[in-house]
């Protein structure tokens, strides 16, 4: 479908661009009775009682520590407009994390604002399109009017639903450009609004605001951490519908994988957290192979890795490594026990105190002890360690802070994460791996075009760690018994 052509615009002898709405309230083409029509005949459809989003009281909670970082400053956080597929078609849209973290809201073009006070501390107010009224043609006549794409809330509304004042966000530009005052903004979501304020921002304080929002989120609340289990319960349900699939995937390609799981997540959340990776036989060794479009063959191995998002934009981020007929051959479970040890090793290692970088040190100990012992690289284990000579093989981190997005707190100082220490609140995967390629001369040629990931999430607790996936099975043993009761 596709809007209705709207005639050309008549002749204006300002010289301005042309405009789709005329300063008499109709648009070109509509006739006067139409649009006297259109104005009028509408029930009134306010909603008066509203509950606040289940976050609201942690997105507060959020902003308050915001507002005590930077104090005296306007801070900018937007959730991003729509953007162009192709030509009038847009991309889905995803509010920013930021701004989602900070306001429970996901409107497309809605920006927070944090003001300064005069007497220290911030009013936060909360810039949406509102709906519509009904007295000029925006509603049915423009491309992102409310009988095209949905009903908006009104302002009224938002209030009641996310706590916070909210105003309408054509009025932003003009109020930023006319305040006075250091001005912060998450840059990357606006363009508009990055070049109203052009004079105003600087790269550097811009990326300080960036680094606190990123390490804001390293811990998670309470909140958070019922989201994260929600995402990884339909993920691991996901999972299950792959594996009920397998002989369709196999008539068919990878992709049956992909929409399978796409499905899921779909139904119980938001969307997928990041592209699934569905990759059989030989494409389990290109780490991110998105491509889901070669076959899928008994005997091989399925590495899938894929995680619902929430509808509160939370994810999961989750990998099995499945044999396609239900049975690991003797070296596909030979590495993949390899990668299992390295996991546990991994998993034991995160605990509140531990450095972040144990838990990798923990499982690329058990992974080039394996190597060694298989004769791939020439020992001892600690000159391999030592050179990083087992990364031919294992290639990637060992996992990663896991939360809105997929790679959380990217933007983290390196002391607050990568050489952080391990909070109770932190969720984070643990994924060793092994990738032999197909094209790699110094293994064994039985070896060439395996590869093997297993990923799990894992909440830091008080006292260690709760595996937040252990619904789905790990041991090769238990995978096979799953994949057996699956298609029984
Ligand atoms: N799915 C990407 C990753 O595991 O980091
Ligand atoms: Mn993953
Ligand atoms: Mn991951």
Redo the contacts with the bound molecule.
């Keep these: 479908m596709t809007e209705e052509p709207t005639p050309e615009a008549p002749e204006n002898p300002e010289g301005e661009e042309p405009v789709k709405q005329r300063k008499n309230g109709l648009y070109p083409g509509v006739s006067d009775e139409l649009a006297a029509n259109m104005q009028s005949g509408w029930a009134d459809t306010e909603l008066h009682d509203l509950e606040p989003v289940e976050q609201a009281p942690h997105t507060a909670r959020r902003r308050a520590a915001l507002s005590a970082r930077f104090p005296g400053d306007r801070l900018v956080i937007p959730a991003g407009n729509l953007r162009t597929r192709s030509n009038d078609t847009d991309y889905g849209f995803r509010a920013s994390t930021e701004y989602a973290y900070l306001t429970g809201d996901q409107t497309e073009d809605g920006v927070l604002v944090l003001e300064p006070e005069a007497g220290g501390g911030h009013t936060a107010t909360l810039y949406l399109l509102p709906r519509s009224n009904r007295e000029n043609g925006e509603f049915w006549l423009d491309g992102q009017g409310e009988l095209w794409v949905g009903r908006r809330l009104s302002l009224t509304e938002a209030e009641k639903r996310l706590g916070l004042a909210a105003k309408d966000v054509r009025e932003l530009a003009d109020e930023l450009k006319a305040a006075s005052g250091p001005v912060r903004i998450v840059r990357g979501h606006d363009a508009a609004l990055e070049a109203a304020l052009a004079d105003k921002i600087t790269g550097e304080r811009d990326e300080e605001l960036r680094v606190f929002l990123s390490e804001q989120r390293l811990v998670k609340d309470e909140f958070e951490i019922g989201q994260l289990q929600a995402a990884v319960d339909s993920t691991a349900r996901g999972f299950e519908d792959v594996v009920k699939v397998l002989d369709k995937a196999q008539a068919t390609s990878e992709r049956y994988i992909e929409g399978t799981f796409f499905l899921r997540a779909r139904v119980e959340g938001n969307d997928v957290g990041?592209g699934s990776?569905c990759a059989a036989g030989p494409h389990a060794t290109t780490l991110?192979w998105v491509r889901n479009d070669g076959p899928v063959r008994s005997g091989d191995l399925l590495l899938l890795?894929a995680?619902v998002e929430t509808t509160t934009l939370y994810t999961a981020?989750v990998?099995r490594t499945l044999p396609v007929n239900g049975t690991y051959s003797p070296l596909q479970r030979k590495i993949y026990e390899a990668v299992y040890e390295a996991q546990e090793a991994g998993i034991a290692a995160v605990r509140p105190g531990a450095k972040y970088r144990d838990f990798h040190d923990a499982a690329q100990h058990v992974l080039a002890t394996r190597l060694v012992e298989w004769g791939l690289v020439e020992g001892p284990v600690e000159r391999v360690l030592e050179l990083g000579l087992q990364r031919r093989w294992t290639m990637?981190g060992t996992g990663?802070m896991l939360g809105m997005d997929?790679?959380d707190c990217a933007v983290a100082r390196t002391e607050t994460y990568v050489d952080g220490t391990l909070e109770p609140g932190m969720c984070l995967?643990v994924?060793p791996g092994l990738y032999f390629q197909p094209d790699d001369l110094t293994v064994p040629e039985e070896y060439r075009g395996i590869g093997v990931r297993i990923?799990d999430d894992i909440l830091v607790t008080e006292d260690g760690n709760r595996v937040l996936s252990a619904a789905l099975p790990r041991t090769a043993d238990d995978v096979e018994a799953w994949m057996a009761r699956l298609t029984a």
């Design positions: 990041y990776i991110h890795d995680g981020d990998t990637h990663h997929v790679h995967t994924e990923e």
